[in-house]
């Protein structure tokens, strides 16, 4: 069963604009880790953002931010003020239980395209 | 973080041939793993890099096909053995550390003609 669902396969979003990114996410385990991973045409995997399941606050990183809705399995990526940079492959990614650190589960991305 | 350094960063090769893959980070590390992302696709977890011990294959890979090696807590191997063209992909290291998020090498992009 897929475990982390992005819905959004591309977007468009306009320079100086904010975008919201969607990630739901299924698990049962009470301890998981929620990851924002940025890929350009390069190939490089870019770490965003982490948000714990314990985290009582929502993760904020620069002009990233992650709006953390627990009780929907929800973990949305907001980039605000979205420059010509930000265009790239967007990844949501979980990571499971204390037995499993660092083994992470991708969702299927979502594409961003920055326009001026 | 660490800095990871993953070597080929790209490479062409003919089927039925092998490629080593090499990760090297400038600290020695927990845990390693090897990603494959398939054209237009997201990244799948090959396996997890055991230092001393043989790694631990997900559901789908074998070692046969995917060897791998980490001699020690800084360095690892993975081989992509008797390539086809449908193992053409980018394939990631990246790096667990105790409370730290974990980290991608820049990928190797692998074309197999």
Known sequence: AQKITQTQPGMFVQEKEAVTLDCTYDTSDPSYGLFWYKQPSSGEMIFLIYQGSYDQQNATEGRYSLNFQKARKSANLVISASQLGDSAMYFCAMREGRGSWGKLQFGAGTQVVVTP | ?113
């Open chain 2, 1 to 113: 973080s660490a800095v990871i350094s993953q070597k080929p960063s790209r490479d062409i090769c003919q089927r039925g041939t092998s490629l080593t893959i090499q990760c090297q980070v400038d600290s020695q590390v927990t845990m390693m793993f090897w990603y494959r992302q398939q054209p237009g696709q997201s990244l799948t977890l090959i396996a997890t890099a055991n230092q001393g011990s043989e790694a631990t294959y997900e559901s789908g890979f074998v070692i046969d096909k995917f060897p791998i090696s980490r001699p020690n807590l800084t360095f690892s191997t993975l081989t992509v053995s008797n390539m086809s063209p449908e193992d053409s992909s980018i394939y990631l290291c990246s790096v667990h550390n105790g409370s730290q998020p974990q980290h991608f090498g820049d990928g190797t992009r692998l074309s197999i003609l």
